[in-house]
């Protein structure tokens, strides 16, 4: 039997019947949301000669395929669920001339959900795609790394550019074996007033018998700015100046050649920071930094070597978590099997090589707290990742607090720079002068 119609019966189905159009539009605008809603946020390269970054940063994950093609070497990658904006476009011109591997890139609407990104390459290459989750500054990202399928042997490169100063050696020490000989060579016959020659005084390269190669690492990078002053400094490039000019004075020692794990601005993951340093058969890591902390007025410079047994102060502990975040920051495939080598190498290290770290770094401290205020007046301890590698002495300075205003305009300053490299340094100097090396190490 039907209901007869009153006006509250009328109500309820007015109103029921506007709550499922609300509902209706509700869902559409979701399925809209869903195609049409992602934002890109940010396009941007980071060119090495090591690899090449893409970054794609948006509001909300995007789902990604990629194909090579050849003939010519191009990376094709579309990316769902997205419409093509002004931003986007903008990857077409962060390509720069001087990228290894990327010549140009084209962008467009492939399809009415879909953009298609055109890499082309100027030699094949491995690429690495991933997404990574917000964090920190970063919303979700989609990064492209492009590897090149013969990758540089770091060693064969830092021998051809020292061939010079390694023959110099040589000549010197063969030189100096001959004088020794001489001299040492029994008399025949009644003594004789014999004149040695070139009996000057030995040079100082006479006590070193090969190169002493420095591996020096600007901490930070590309994706990962490290610490921001309050005056917008950022970290990544403040120490990849003292870097680069701790580099140029080892470079003008006899018996040193240099090692720079980063020379530009881009992301280097802690792990291959150490593979690196191990590469090329370092007799010292040195990682350069300047960091901030949670009070502004911290202030000082501060070396830290690894511990096994935990950290020597909470500021060193706090320090270290920082540090280690780094890869989140800048950006690691945790997919790949590089993942798991670090693993296994950063659990080897010994405690010779902590025991000479520790000897650097007070030597190295020393010679900073000569003309700069130090945060400690020793060398800390922390487990930084960095740190790490089982067979060379490693070191961690802390050139001065970023987050300090006073400190930040010193960082700022080019005498500064040039007194801070110039003090690791004499102190790197001081510590061979007491612990020169011996055979070369053979890496496994």
């Known amino acids: 039997m039907k209901k007869p119609t009153t006006p509250a019966n009328l109500s309820r189905r007015q109103h029921l019947k506007t709550s499922a159009k609300l509902l209706g539009f509700v869902l559409l605008l979701g399925e809209m949301d869903i195609a049409w809603g992602a934002k890109i946020l940010g396009v941007r390269m980071w060119p090495s000669e090591d690899y090449t970054r893409i970054t794609l940063e948006s509001d909300t994950p995007l789902p990604i395929t990629q194909q090579m093609l050849t003939n010519p070497d191009r990376l094709v990658v579309d990316v769902q669920n997205l419409e093509l904006n002004p931003t986007l476009k903008d990857i077409v011109a962060k390509v720069k001339p001087n990228d290894p ?6 962008v467009g609407q492939y399809q009415p959900n879909v953009v298609r990104l055109v890499f082309d390459l100027k030699e094949p290459v491995k690429p690495q795609l991933f997404t990574l989750d917000p964090i920190g500054e970063y919303q979700y990202r989609m990064v492209f790394d492009l590897y090149p399928t013969t990758p540089p042997d770091p060693l064969m490169e830092l021998v051809k550019s020292s061939a010079r100063k390694e023959q110099a050696l040589v000549k010197s020490n063969e030189e100096i074996d001959q004088i020794a000989q001489f001299a040492n060579k029994p008399e025949k016959g009644p003594p004789v007033a014999q004149a040695i020659p070139d009996a000057k005084a030995p040079p100082a390269t006479a006590k070193y018998k090969r190169l002493i190669t420095i591996a020096i690492d600007a901490g930070h990078g590309g ?12 970290e990544k490039n403040v120490v990849l100046s003292i870097a680069k000019r701790l580099n140029q004075k080892i470079e003008n020692e006899d018996y040193m050649r240099p090692f720079l794990t980063r020379d530009g601005d881009y992301f280097v993951p802690l792990h291959v920071r150490v593979r690196k340093a191990r590469a090329v058969q370092a007799d010292l890591f040195v990682s350069i930094h300047a960091d901030a902390f949670i009070e502004r007025n911290a202030k000082g410079a501060s070396v830290f070597a690894l511990s096994q047994m935990g950290a020597s102060s909470t500021t060193a502990r706090w320090m270290a978590n920082k540090e280690n975040a780094s890869d989140l920051i800048g950006g690691i495939n945790i997919k790949t099997q590089d993942r798991q080598v670090a693993n296994l190498l950063l659990d080897m290290s010994t405690t010779a090589q902590i025991n000479d770290s520790l000897q ?18 020793k060398v800390e301890q922390a487990s930084f990742a960095v740190l790490k590698a089982p067979d060379i002495p490693s070191i961690l300075v802390e ?46």
């Open 101 to 106: 591997y990327v010549s140009q890139i084209r």
């Open 223 to 234: 994706e990962d700015p490290g610490a921001i002053g309050a005056a917008g400094s950022r």
């Open 360 to 377: 650097v770094g007070n030597a190295v401290l020393r010679q900073i707290g000569g003309f700069a205020a130090l945060h400690k007046g």
């Open 399 to 444: 050139t001065a607090f970023i987050s300090n205003p006073q400190e930040e305009a010193r960082l700022n300053d080019d005498a500064y720079q040039d007194r801070i490299a110039e003090a690791i340094l004499k102190g790197i100097k001081d510590y061979f002068s007491k612990n020169p090396p011996v055979a070369r190490r053979v890496n496994s």
